[in-house]
């Protein structure tokens, strides 16, 4: 059986990122896996009916993805409001699309509240880094899903061409 992808809907040319924009990925294997059916797109945040724009968002006081999950942080706009119910509610969904079309790999935009899997913001909105996960990174990856960010295309390739004999 083909391995299925979830992939950031934002990485597929979908404006759908808070600044109403895309962050479309350009690589072969993306356009190969598309034509062989492999990707399922989603933005989390807009399955939890979060708008396009919306303000910026960032995990609070340089908390993860998985400290939001055990009820450890919060996830606030650059205006002050709390949004990690929405945040949370966009992971579960996330989760519940991957596991419904048999999604095992990610393909996630790095950084993001939501996706990011190998960095996200640190809740100052002053463009500080810290090593992390989002929400729904974090959720995938503790349900078995395997997570790559959009700077990790060749390890996935590599990865996908184990699991398929050859055919990534």
């Not at 059986?1 to 597929?12: E, F, H, W, Y």
């Not at 598309?34 to 989390?44: I, K, Y």
């Not at 992971?91 to 939501?114: H, K, M, Q, V």
């Not at 899997?117 to 996960?133: I, L």
């Amino acid at each position: 059986m083909t391995a299925k992808i979830l992939v950031s809907a934002c990485l597929m040319g979908h404006a759908v990122r808070y600044d109403g924009a895309a962050k479309p990925l350009r690589h072969p294997a993306i356009e190969r896996w598309r034509a062989e059916g492999r990707l399922v797109t989603l933005c989390p945040e807009l399955s939890a009916g979060m708008p396009v724009p919306r303000p910026p968002a960032e995990i609070e006081g340089g908390r993860t993805g998985a400290d939001i999950l055990s009820g450890a942080g919060r996830v606030v706009e650059k205006t002050g409001q709390d949004v990690t119910e929405a945040f949370r509610h966009a992971a579960e969904n996330a989760l519940a699309l991957a596991l419904a079309t048999n999604c095992r790999f990610a393909l996630l935009i790095d950084g993001s509240p939501s996706c990011g899997s190998g960095f996200v913001y640190d809740g100052s909105f002053s463009g500080e880094r810290v090593k992390g996960e989002g929400v729904t990174a974090a959720i995938l990856r503790a349900n078995g899903v395997e997570v790559f960010s959009d700077r990790e295309v060749e390890m996935l390739v590599e990865r996908l061409a184990g699991e398929d004999d050859g055919a990534a």
